[in-house]
């Protein structure tokens, strides 16, 4: 298998932007399908660039993923569609970080018209999520706060 350029990746990203629209969410932006998306696909990277764990401290902020240690993915930059994508208690979408590279697929097959979500984490549960309570689609459903799985 031959490894993929950034500059092919990016085609990519590109052409799957055509299956996938940012539009409001229950959680403000939201990124949904727009076109029925099969189980296991690969949907698109969450990009950036990268910091250290010093710079993280500066910087601060929600839209950061750690990939490795002391090294950092800033997605804030709104060309990033993937940061779009947002936090689900019962997500269908998964992230695989490979080679410091964050990529997100399909963990379930997903119909046209719903919002992709993958589970951010404790550690953004525990900072972001849990003093407000959650927002997300399948708590909004049940009308209840889901605490995230250890």
């Known amino acids: 298998m031959m490894k993929k350029t950034k500059a ?23 990124l949904f399908a727009e076109q029925p998306i099969k189980k296991g696909e690969y949907l698109i990277e969450y990009w950036g660039p990268l910091l250290t764990d010093e710079e993280v401290e500066k910087k601060g902020g929600q839209y950061l ?18 940061r779009y994508i947002n936090h689900s208690c019962r997500p269908n979408c998964e992230v695989s970080i490979k080679k410091g590279r964050v ?5 379930k097959a997903i119909k046209a018209g719903e919002e992709l979500g993958y589970d951010y ?6 900072e972001y999520i ?18 995230p799985k250890q």
């Open 130 to 147: 849990k003093p407000k309570g959650c927002r997300c689609i399948k708590c909004k459903e049940v009308g209840t706060l889901i605490a």
């Open 65 to 82: 993923f750690e990939v490795k240690k002391n090294v950092t993915i800033d997605g804030t930059h709104r060309a990033n569609t993937a």
């Open 103 to 107: 990529l997100v697929y399909t963990k």
């Open 121 to 126: 984490g404790k550690d953004f549960w525990n």
């Open 8 to 30: 092919e990746d990016n085609k990519i990203n590109e052409a799957l932007k055509d299956h996938l629209k940012v539009k409001r969410g229950v959680d403000g932006l939201g």
